[in-house]
């Protein structure tokens, strides 16, 4: 039987990277949290972390862009941890090119996992909300929400996911959720090493020449965002909704 005395969080994506992350931290915090990913083996290495520091976890495949899987996921959480009230979508992919090169199966896969992921997952989690009168939603955008050159489709999946926060906060502050969006600048993950090598460039190289375009003079790490999602999904957090915070090591427009 779930302990309903302890909130339970669901983080997508979380495998690794900022979501593998964001999953340590919030059981740091005192979260039960499920551990979602498209390929639940791949979520052992994140559970295991958080279990051997003494937190409650366990691991959960499901494709965010269908909707049987997403409501299946999200019974099952309830039934094994306890009901969710906290939701972060970060579950995410990259399919770049130049808008003549980019195929409709690129756009597709990358709008449906982005914005189809965390409408499915959010209309799901959102009745475990409303329900407890407490609720908590963070969605990962980016900065390429503003424009960045090869990526269209990510872009717009993540200026896109930033309408979608304002309007969540909208409909459901009524209920005590609050949904917020956290756009992250250049973070050392798989996702960016990737870029990287992309473009024939050394990943250390590659972290080098952006952290000089960045005021703090470094690079993001994943444990950045975790820690801004630690705030946001706090108690102390309940008047921040609505809003989009680039955590970028310096101002963006």
Do not use: C
């Not at 409709?104 to 914005?115: F, S």
């Not at 407490?134 to 969605?139: A, F, L, P, S």
């Not at 973070?187 to 473009?199: N, S």
């Amino acid at each position: 039987m779930p302990e309903t005395s302890q909130r339970v969080a669901i983080v997508t994506g979380a495998a690794r990277g900022i979501g593998a992350a964001t999953a340590v931290r919030l059981a740091a915090d005192g979260f039960a949290v499920a551990v979602l990913d498209l390929d639940e083996a791949a979520t052992k290495q994140t559970v295991d972390a958080i279990v051997e520091a003494g937190g409650r976890a366990i691991g959960v495949g499901a494709d965010v862009s269908d909707a049987e899987q997403v409501q299946a996921a999200v019974d099952r959480v309830a039934a094994e941890l306890g009901a969710p009230t906290v939701l972060v979508n970060n579950a995410g992919v990259t399919k770049d090119n130049l808008i003549f090169k980019m195929s409709e199966g690129d756009w597709d896969t990358v709008i449906n996992v982005h914005l189809r992921g965390s409408f499915l997952m959010t209309r799901a989690v959102q009745k475990h909300m409303t329900e407890a009168k407490w609720g908590r939603i963070v969605n990962l955008s980016s900065t390429s929400a503003l424009g960045n050159r090869g990526q269209v489709n990510y872009s717009a999946a993540k200026a896109g996911l930033q309408g979608f926060t304002k309007t969540l906060a909208i409909e459901l502050g009524k209920f005590n959720v609050t949904a917020n969006a956290i756009a992250p600048g250049f973070i050392a993950t798989d996702m960016t090493a990737a870029t990287a090598q992309r473009l024939g460039v050394g990943f250390e190289d590659f972290k080098t020449m952006a952290a000089q375009q960045i005021p703090v003079n470094r690079v993001g790490v994943p444990e950045d965002i975790a820690h801004t999602v630690s705030f946001l999904v706090s108690d102390g957090a309940g008047f921040v909704s609505g809003q989009v915070i680039y955590v970028a090591g310096g101002p963006r427009d």
